[in-house]
């Protein structure tokens, strides 16, 4: 509705990814076919940075979907990498042969079309079992 041209993308936690795609769908010949991707369906990014809500006794965890389109994104830097921003960190320069580099960047997203991201609320990610 907000007339944004795709490609689309839904960005997900791994647990909902992994839900999804234990899916399947019944079939009278007595064996079970993983359900395919309904045409239409944005193509996922799948990341364990989304964030989860714990949930209580009977409710799993939850956590959000953000669908958008790549293309309408982007990523303003507002401070760049120089000499002082490069921090070393050599207290672990024995135990483990090697020095730890920091850099620092500061940036940001921005959209003109703030319309142009949906985000899907509480869905379920329960914990998968191995």
Known sequence: GAHVP???VA???TRVDTGLSLLKQYTTVGSNVPLGRP???PAPFVTSQMPLTKGKEAKPD???ILVYAPAQV???RR???DAAQI???RSEEFSKDSVLVKGRVRAGLGTPYPQ???RLENVASPAIDA
Request: aromatic share 4%.
């Open 79 to 81: 401070v760049g990498v």
């Open 116 to 118: 142009s991201i949906v």
């Open 87 to 89: 921090m070393v960190d």
């Open 11 to 13: 960005l997900m936690h």
């Open 39 to 41: 045409a239409g369906v």
């Open 6 to 8: 795709g490609p689309y």
């Open 74 to 76: 982007t990523v303003l």
């Open 62 to 64: 939850t956590t959000d």
